[in-house]
């Protein structure tokens, strides 16, 4: 059989290492010998023996803080020995390496899965108050491992050594140590022109010594709470949970 779908670019990518790893940019690849947390409904496929056990938004603790936000991660705990790929709706998939003493501030809806040897927490985003349907509260990961999170698009990532404002349905993470504020569009002179799809009269601030990423594409303004791989993006946290 012939055919360009069998070139060797589309071809399973094999290591001799357990972990996470881009099959492509659009898919991730974890080498499971263990366990890893994903986020509901993103396997799209796997081989081996491996179990599948629907966490909610990571813990009792965090469960309540998300029923009480609106927010969170509907979470998965994948373990055995195997591959299990997972997308979610063709986003673009990119990976970041913590250390200990990183922390690192993500939009809930852009987590993809991560390292079981990582922390994460819902915090406010400071500075928000209730200005913007943008989502008050991120996901704050600390600790040592590997995470995957998705863009719409091809990224940029700013140096904030300046002011920076950015408009809140594209700001995807930054670094946890920036100080955050909103403010309103006419306040910048930018009158109505930011948020064309989503109604957004908003844009964010961020300042201090970090970076931010910006995809080119403005979030559904639902908070974090959602689906993910082939799934609509859903109102709630329990939405998420039960279309999991």
């Not at 390292?115 to 991120?138: C, E, P, W």
Request: glycine share 16%.
């Amino acid at each position: 059989m012939r055919s360009a779908l069998f070139a060797a670019e589309n071809m399973e990518k094999e290591s001799q290492q357990p972990g996470l790893r881009l099959q492509n940019s659009k898919m991730l690849k974890a080498e499971l010998n263990g366990e890893i947390m994903a986020r509901t409904g993103t396997m799209v496929a796997y081989q081996g023996q491996v179990q599948f056990q629907a966490l909610g938004s990571g813990g009792v603790g965090k469960w309540l803080k998300s029923k009480l936000t609106g927010e969170g991660v509907p979470l998965m705990k994948v373990a055995g020995r195997g591959d299990v790929f997972f997308a979610d709706r063709a986003a673009d998939v990119h990976l970041i390496d913590l250390e200990q003493g990183d922390a690192i501030s993500i939009n809930g809806s852009n987590v993809l899965a991560f390292d079981s040897t990582l922390q994460y927490d819902i915090k406010m985003v400071q500075g928000m108050g209730m200005l913007s349907s943008a989502g008050m509260f991120n996901c704050v990961f600390t600790g040592h491992g590997r995470l995957a999170i998705t863009t719409k698009g091809t990224p940029v990532v700013l140096t904030v050594d300046q002011p920076t404002y950015v408009d809140p349905q594209a700001a995807i993470c930054w670094s946890a140590s920036l100080q955050t504020g909103y403010h309103r569009a006419d306040q910048l002179g930018l009158g109505t022109l930011l948020g064309r799809s989503t109604g957004e009269a908003f844009t964010m601030s961020f300042a201090g010594q970090g970076f931010v990423v910006v995809q080119p594409s403005e979030e559904i303004p639902h908070g974090l709470a959602g689906g993910g791989g082939g799934q609509q993006q859903q109102g709630g946290v329990l939405g998420g949970l039960l279309g999991g």
